[in-house]
T-cell receptor
Framework: KQEVTQIPAALSVPEGENLVLNCSFTDSAIYNLQWFRQDPGKGLTSLLLIQSSQREQTSGRLNASLDKSSGRSTLYIAASQPGDSATYLCAVRRPRNDYKLSFGAGTTVTVRA | EAGVTQFPSHSVIEKGQTVTLRCDPISGHDNLYWYRRVMGKEIKFLLHFVKESKQDESGMPNNRFLAERTGGTYSTLKVQPAELEDSGVYFC?????????????FGPGTRLTVL
């Protein structure tokens, strides 16, 4: 059974500081990993998807890395802004014929102006 | 392109009543998924449709939950009779079929409160 852990559970930083969010998973046999953002009372917005064959993905100020062998992914957000305040979730998908995502509990980020 | 839509956004019902949640996936997405988050827990998978067929329903908690996807378009999730522990947020997601990526796109969720 895949277990996904996100540490820390909450993070508060001043505006402009870089954010580092961690995700670990117990079964390294994954198909891909997705990072999501959730604003209070809203749905999940997909930020980045990393295939198991990739080491990283980048989109604007966001960069996600994947070390499948050690069961870890890190989401970096450069030069944080108050608008980055949200809960960030990672989810892993197991090999090809199993489509379900296993989610971590999320990291709630507060960026102070 | 319209995103995944869910209806209603909120539902408050009494224990023992029936509730039906609806999900409209992104047009052209044959894969449709239901997930839920109950109080204080992670988001958990419920089931997966490919077109109108149930591909995986391993996450359905019990037989009080019934999901359908008639015609392979929208899907409904019925809870009958609802219990207190069914309270939570129910998310629907969709993705393309026969693609290498299978990125899942989520709807805004339906918040269900059972009193």
């Amino acid at each position: 059974k895949q277990e996904v852990t996100q540490i820390p559970a909450a993070l508060s930083v001043p505006e402009g500081e870089n954010l580092v969010l961690n995700c670990s998973f117990t079964d390294s046999a994954i198909y891909n990993l997705q990072w999501f953002r959730q604003d209070p009372g809203k749905g999940l917005t997909s930020l980045l998807l990393i295939q198991s064959s990739q080491r990283e993905q980048t989109s604007g100020r966001l960069n996600a890395s994947l070390d499948k062998s050690s069961g870890r992914s890190t989401l970096y957000i450069a030069a944080s802004q108050p608008g980055d305040s949200a809960t960030y979730l990672c989810a892993v998908r197991r090999p090809r014929n199993d489509y379900k995502l296993s989610f971590g509990a999320g990291t709630t980020v507060t960026v102070r102006a | 392109e319209a995103g995944v839509t869910q209806f209603p956004s909120h539902s408050v019902i009494e224990k023992g009543q029936t509730v039906t949640l609806r999900c409209d996936p992104i047009s052209g997405h044959d894969n449709l998924y239901w997930y839920r988050r109950v109080m204080g827990k992670e988001i958990k998978f419920l089931l997966h449709f490919v077109k109108e067929s149930k591909q995986d329903e391993s996450g359905m908690p019990n037989n009080r939950f019934l999901a359908e996807r008639t015609g392979g378009t929208y899907s409904t999730l019925k809870v009958q009779p609802a219990e207190l522990e069914d309270s939570g947020v129910y998310f629907c997601a969709s993705s393309r079929y026969m693609t290498e990526v299978y990125e899942q796109f989520f709807g805004p969720g339906t918040r269900l409160t059972v009193l």
